[in-house]
């Protein structure tokens, strides 16, 4: 390895994060206790490398040390151990060559020699200063081999040309798309699947009910061949349900906007508000008019046997439609009970 | 208790030992050498040169022995202690394994290594190594690092044990060395190599098991081996810690240090480590007189006629004047003869700091000694900056505010201890109404079971010195540090000859003046042993006989200038800031003429017809201890074998000035004594300090 040692001309007397980066330090300060700040040196250098134009000056080094009270030496010490702190200015489009044995079997040679045709020696900034370069080890895309990474981005299954490509453009000010470069999606074949292309395989035909089990005793009995295919979709209130008992309430139709929020009462939640509603109650009076009957239908229908006395929603939603609050509905309307938020608050 | 110790089986001899121990220790208890290269007693365990490797039976690979906890290991499966060896094929093979990889990138510089002969890995190589290099490849080259003024440094040499490193952050308690990049590109290293500004930056030197990092004055001067080695005591600062000091022929060729628990560890502050070339520099070797406004050589009988002149003065118009370096033998010679002339106005105390004239000594000592503040829980400090005046005792401080959470507190000018502390205030109206005050620092000494108050001797210097003396005596009574077995009270000297000579009693007699008074000019005849700290300027006509080493300031205002020997050309009594009794040894001989102090003034009585009662260095120290019981025994600090002297309150009249602020302690730590001064490493250490360019560094 080259030794790495800070370009102290080029990084100049100061550093100052950009303002945008100061709620991004602190959301990463906030992780650490104020005396054990300094865990948080890691993610403070990449956040003044990427403030620094790609690399990380002796200023800006200072400066993290100072934020996190570290000593200098303390921070020196991280900055040069991780090769990732470029220590040297970089060019606005910085290309790590990934030169690890895959990628290197799949052509990271030609990139090489591209990248030196077209910008220079290693670490060396275009005079327009857009382009510089460096070999990494493994980027762990080598399923895409070979591949570079610009700034944050993979650029995948490149060849010269498309390397090569590649570069003028971002050279002319271009943007180019990261990805692979061969037609192929994500890490797929090329030119689409290979295996497991069968259209039977996707449309449910091939399905069978599982009649043997592999490795099951020879002595056992065979499963049982289902009655009825599986629910496609199972939900709480879609459960079969014993025979209908009791009496169902009266239901209402209730213009939007004048329901009432029943996820006050405690012991219904969102899914049990929506189920209410599907069956037509909307208003705390519904509720509190409820006979014994009326509940055990109810119950029925929710399949929460006992639920309705046994959290006495009756007596809560009497309460709550004569305008009172109970215990339960203040802390409901301090949005301090998750379950009975809308859904899609946060 | 017997849960808290581990039964080993070490080289087949069982043996217990408490479980907190590492396996290195337990093998050392059990006789066996370990050697090691990172490991190091006062410093964390590192772990990473791997030269310590132990076989543990039934371990699939050796063991780190200096990393691996003796509480942490398991019984064998049939319940035996473990068995652990530390020789035969399977460790000597790991080891020389080892060392093979240590040498792969080692030069074979040894040659022209100054840690030749005395090098941890030449040692070890012999030892352990193989015989020969089979290693055919390129060797790393490293480059050298600037590291100031002391330290030189050849990286290629280093093995990253990081002992230095631990060394600065621990015990110097300045973060100022690392090791960057990684694997083959590891280089220890200082930030953007600056030179280190600890006090005690030396010691690295002394750690580095290798030539990575050697002493730069002493650098090609010699061999180990053709060293003199005389076991000594500094006496750059009032600590007196154990040193070493090596010649060849009449030359000091530098000076290291010797472990001793109670004083120093095994630590020397850079001043008393590297100030022997100013024992070479700048000496008075001959008698001198000053003929027509010129001093000029001459022999010892002219010198001594000459002072037989100036002494014939009336008795109350000379002065005797003690400087900071003075032993405790010239001290009481110069007294005996004073006292025979009927002169009373004698002084010890250059500075003026206002103690030791009450004849209670555990007033001027540090009463809970150096080590003591292992033990104590709170320690407030008046007016000391012990990283300048004590830098050797400033990292006991840090040591026990690291491990013991010792709290401490500093009345005084704020400055960078390498600790934390609370300021309580930069003047003595700190110490009203501290007892109750609302803070850390005050909770903390209250209810501190050893509090230890140390009150520095440069607040005692001032005016209201005294009433300070005794504002620091009320508050610690207040606050219970004296009790039954612990003397919480103490006085931080900074000047090495101090306590010695307060021993002896050289403070103003009956009728005496002190320094102040000396200095004011009144006197026909001054008699100055080395203080040159004292302020000469005004003595007008005054005659001036100088007794000293070296041609300082006092040398300079001087009308006869008698040559004395040098700390390392003695063997002299000195009585550090506990009370702590210790001698130096003679490592080479006093420069040209000059002779040892007691002897001048033994000689000189003679001439005076006043002859002192004894004819040798031994027949002194008979009438000293016979004076005054403290010399009977040596290298013993009373500490709180004084608590019932320091009980009673002090009396004094005058009030403390309040609100004035105290001062720094010292001003240069580098050049606080006429040896110091004399030493180009110190000039160079002191304007590196401020920030110019020195020779060294533009190098």
Redesign the interface.
């Known amino acids: 390895?080259?030794?790495?040692r800070?370009d102290?001309e080029a990084g100049g007397d100061s550093f100052a994060f950009l303002p945008e980066t100061e709620p991004t330090i602190a959301f990463w300060l906030a992780k650490y206790p104020d005396d054990k700040k300094r865990s948080g040196v890691i993610p403070l250098l990449w956040l003044a490398q990427k403030d620094n134009a790609g690399w990380l000056s002796?200023p800006a080094m200072r400066e993290v040390a100072d934020r996190l009270e570290m000593?200098?030496?303390?921070v020196?010490?991280v900055a040069?151990?991780y090769t990732m702190f470029r220590l040297q200015p970089v060019g606005k489009h910085h290309i790590q060559l990934c030169g690890t044995t895959p990628c290197m079997l799949r052509g990271a040679n030609d990139l090489k020699t591209v990248c030196e045709a077209k910008i220079g020696p290693k670490m060396h900034v275009t005079d327009d200063g857009r382009l510089s370069w460096e070999e990494v080890e493994c980027l762990g895309a080598c399923v895409n081999a070979p591949m570079v990474q610009i700034n944050d981005y993979y650029y995948e299954d490149l060849t010269p040309d498309s390397l090569t490509e590649i570069l003028a453009k971002l050279q002319n000010g271009a943007d180019v798309k990261p990805g692979t470069f061969i037609d192929r999606l994500n890490s797929a074949p090329e030119g689409g699947a290979k295996s497991l292309v069968e259209a039977e395989l996707y449309d449910g035909s091939r399905s069978k009910a599982v009649k043997t089990l592999p490795n099951l005793p020879s002595d056992a009995p065979a499963p049982a061949e289902p009655k009825t295919p599986a629910p496609a979709k199972k939900t709480l209130i879609e459960t079969t349900k014993p025979a209908a008992t009791g009496e169902k309430p009266e239901a209402l139709k209730v213009a939007a906007g004048e329901e009432d929020d029943l996820k006050r009462i405690k012991g219904i939640g969102p899914v049990n508000e929506t189920a209410l509603n599907a069956l037509g109650f909307y208003k705390f009076s519904q509720v509190a008019a409820w006979t014994p009957v009326n509940i055990a239908w109810v119950e029925n229908e929710l399949s929460f046997p006992g639920r309705v006395e046994r959290e006495d929603w009756i007596a809560q939603a009497k309460t709550l439609a004569a305008g009172e609050e109970t215990a339960f509905s203040k802390r409901v309307d301090a949005g301090e009970v998750e379950s009975s938020k809308d859904e899609g608050e946060d | 208790m017997t849960d808290d110790l581990f039964k080993l089986n070490i080289d087949g001899q069982d043996i217990e030992v408490p479980r907190s121990y590492t396996l290195m220790q337990a093998c050392e208890e059990a006789g066996a050498e370990i050697p090691r290269f990172c490991y190091h007693e006062r410093l964390s365990v590192a772990g990473n040169c791997r030269m310590c490797l132990v076989q543990w039976q039934g371990a699939p690979k050796p063991i780190a022995s200096c990393a691996q906890t003796v509480g942490d290991m398991r019984m064998n499966p049939d319940g035996t202690p473990p068995n652990i060896l530390t020789n035969g094929n399977y460790v000597e093979k790991a080891r020389s394994g080892v060392m093979e990889f240590l040498l792969i990138n080692h030069p074979l510089d040894c040659p022209i290594c100054d840690q030749g002969g005395e090098c941890d890995l030449q040692d070890q190589a012999v030892a352990y190594g193989r015989s020969t290099s089979r290693y055919a490849e390129n060797k790393r080259a490293v480059e050298d690092k600037n590291m100031g003024p002391l330290v030189a440094t050849i990286m290629t040499r280093c093995i990253q044990c990081t002992r230095c490193v631990r060394f600065a952050a621990e015990v110097a308690g300045v973060e100022e060395i690392g090791m960057i990049s990684r694997g083959e590109g590891a280089e220890i290293t200082t930030y953007l190599e600056q030179s280190l500004t600890s006090e005690l930056s030396g010691n690295v030197i002394d750690l580095c098991p290798v030539g990575a990092l050697t002493s730069k004055p002493y650098a090609y001067n010699a061999r180990p081996w053709e060293l003199r080695k005389t076991a000594s005591i500094d006496i750059m600062d009032a600590m007196g810690s154990a040193i070493r000091v090596d010649a060849k022929g009449d030359a000091v060729m530098r000076i290291m240090p010797v472990v001793n628990e109670e004083v120093n560890e095994e630590w020397l502050s850079d001043k008393s480590r590297f100030i022997w070339d100013g024992l070479a520099r700048q000496r008075l070797d001959t008698p001198y007189v000053r003929k027509g406004g010129k001093l000029t050589p001459v022999n010892w009988g002219e010198a001594f006629a000459a002072a037989k002149d100036a002494l014939s003065a009336p008795a109350d118009k000379i002065g005797f004047i003690a400087g900071d370096l003075i032993e405790v033998e010239q001290a009481k010679a110069a007294l005996d003869l004073a006292r025979a002339l009927g002169v009373q106005n004698t002084d010890c105390r250059p500075a003026g700091a206002q103690y030791g004239t009450d004849g209670v000594r555990e007033r001027y000592l540090l009463n809970p000694t150096l080590m003591g503040v292992e033990e104590a829980d709170a320690l407030l400090l008046i007016g000391v900056n012990p990283r300048k005046e004590a830098a050797v005792w400033n990292a006991r401080i840090r040591k026990a505010w690291l491990w013991n959470d010792l709290k401490v507190g500093l009345i005084g000018e704020a400055v960078d201890l390498t600790y934390d502390y609370e300021h309580l205030g930069d003047d003595p109206g700190a110490l009203d109404g501290l007892f109750g005050r609302d803070s850390e620092m005050a909770e903390a000494l209250r209810n501190a079971k050893r509090p230890m108050i140390v009150v520095g001797e440069s607040v005692l210097c001032r005016d209201d010195g005294a009433a300070i003396l005794k504002a620091v005596h009320d508050y610690a009574l207040e606050v219970q540090a004296v009790t039954e077995d612990w003397a919480g009270f103490g006085v931080l000297h900074s000047a090495a000859g101090r306590v010695g000579a307060l021993d002896v009693g050289f403070v103003p007699g009956e009728a005496g003046v002190d320094t102040a008074s000396m200095l004011a000019g009144d006197l026909e005849t001054l008699v100055v042993l080395g203080a040159d700290e004292a302020d000469l300027s005004k003595l007008g006509d005054t005659k001036v006989i100088y007794v000293g080493s070296h041609g300082d300031a006092g040398a300079a205002a001087a009308d006869i200038i008698l040559p004395s020997a040098a700390y390392t050309e003695m063997a002299a009594t000195y009585v550090n800031t506990e009370g702590r009794v210790q001698m130096t040894h003679r490592a080479v001989q006093p420069k040209g003429e000059a002779r040892e102090g007691w002897a001048i003034f033994r000689a000189l009585s003679d001439v005076l017809a006043k002859t002192l009662p004894y004819d040798s260095a031994d027949a002194l120290r008979d009438q000293l201890r016979d004076a005054n019981a403290v010399f009977s025994g040596l290298g013993f600090a009373p500490g709180a074998s004084g608590v019932d002297a320091l009980k009673a309150p002090i009396e004094v009249a005058g009030s403390v000035d309040a609100a004035r602020p105290f001062g720094a302690a010292i001003g240069d730590f580098y050049l606080t004594n006429p040896v110091a001064r004399a030493s180009r490493t110190m000039a160079e250490c002191s304007m590196q300090k401020q920030g110019l360019e020195t020779a060294v560094a533009a190098e």
Do not use: K
């Open positions: 390895m080259a030794l790495r800070f102290i002796e000593p200098y030496i303390r020196y010490e040069t151990f």
